[in-house]
């Protein structure tokens, strides 16, 4: 028996990227699916998709940049075995053209809506004194570049998130677990057009690989993964002064990553 096997498992932005994997994937070994995302007609496509292949799975249209709207559907949700806080948004502006409302909204769909899922499932969880709660972070939240002020510093919230929550959860002695994934940039639609210099040491990440590393690390109850490895060595690069961190930073490209983003375009 799995893991995820009989799980209530709640996934945030399921409708698309390494979030419907996630949702493929785990409802496969056996997980109770419950997907929540903005987009319902991307919702209906994945629940047609899963129930092709026998994997039952309940939708929810959620907004989560409004705290009301999550609170609401929380309620029709019920008991949560498995949080995974995976929906974000990244707008990739230099911080004088980010659009105030588009930084708000960052905030909101990238850390605050992870406050309000942790405060609506995790009183079930401690009381069961059973639980998961994973956080899909980023390497942009152990590393900034330029043109995501908004969204690492999102991101570095979303990393002190799972920390503190973490720590909270050890001192009150409950088996409740946390998981932070940081990946690299994946190949979804969400960072299209960003680029690496050195592709053998900072790969684009395969979809399919971060899911299933993130399947693996959680069924391990790994508390942190970090991809790729080479990303590790941002914290020995941190004890550098700034001058000497932007050198080598800029020989591996980082600084420039973000110079042909296209993203979703419109559709963040
Ligand atoms: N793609 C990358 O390069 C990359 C790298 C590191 C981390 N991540 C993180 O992984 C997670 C998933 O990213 P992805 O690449 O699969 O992106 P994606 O854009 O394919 O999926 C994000 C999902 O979140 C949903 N969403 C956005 N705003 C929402 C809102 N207000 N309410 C409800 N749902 C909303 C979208 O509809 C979408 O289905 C994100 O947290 C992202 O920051 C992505």
Redesign the pocket.
Known sequence: MSYYSGKNILI?????????LMAMEMGKLGGNMLL????AL?LESLKNELAEKNIHSKIFI????NRQNIYTTAQQIGEVDILVN?????TGKNILDAQDEMIE?TF???IL?HFWLVKSFLPGMIERDSGHIVT?????GLAATPRMTDYCSS?FAAVGFDESLRLELKKMGSNVLTTIVC????D????TG?KTRFSFLLPILR?DYVVKRIIKAVARKKRRLIMPRFIYTIFPLRLLPFTVQDVILDFFGVNKSMDEFVG?GENV
Not at 62 to 65: K, P
Not at 136 to 140: E, F, N, Q, R, V
């Open positions: 945030s932005g399921a409708a698309s990227g390494i979030g419907k929540l995302d903005i987009d991307g959620c907004d989560l940049s995976n929906a974000g948004i990244v909204k909101q769909v990238n809506a899909i972070a980023s390497a942009g991101k990946p690299f940039f994946i979804t639609e969400m960072f960003a979809k979703k």
